[in-house]
């Protein structure tokens, strides 16, 4: 599996440090965001291989963020990975139908979330 740039928006701090230390021993390369206003900016602004989206964040939520990233055509295949813990029957469908390509419920499952990279680093 390639090393990625993976960009991860996340507001839970410890969250973040347990995906960092996930994702660097992984071999790839992270960069955190707190909210999801930041997240499209960031995402708009860099070259990112796949993008990590906690559905439940401050100033913008999850579902808004993967929309506005969405809309622009440059970026309609970036693969999105929702991470929430809403697990409720239809929350799946709800995050894919903001435009998001996969889902994990929390606790992130790192089996799941290995091979969902896994899948997304062979593009």
Not at 57 to 81: C, N
Not at 93 to 99: H, M, S, Y
Request: one cysteine or more.
């Amino acid at each position: 599996m390639r090393s990625l740039n993976i960009l991860v928006a996340d507001d839970n701090d410890d969250g973040k440090i347990i995906l960092e230390r996930f994702l660097k021993r992984a071999g790839h390369a992270p960069t955190f965001v707190s909210d999801g206003k930041a997240c499209v900016e960031k995402a708009l602004a860099g070259d990112f291989d796949v993008l990590l989206l906690d559905m439940n964040m401050p100033v913008l939520t999850g579902w808004d963020a993967a929309q506005q990233i969405r809309v622009r055509k440059t970026y309609s295949e970036l693969p999105i990975i929702a991470f929430t813990a809403y697990a409720m029957q239809g929350d799946r469908e709800k995050c894919l139908d903001a435009g998001c390509s996969d889902y994990l419920s929390k606790p992130i499952n790192f089996a799941e979330l290995s091979a969902l990279l896994a899948k997304y680093s062979d593009r």
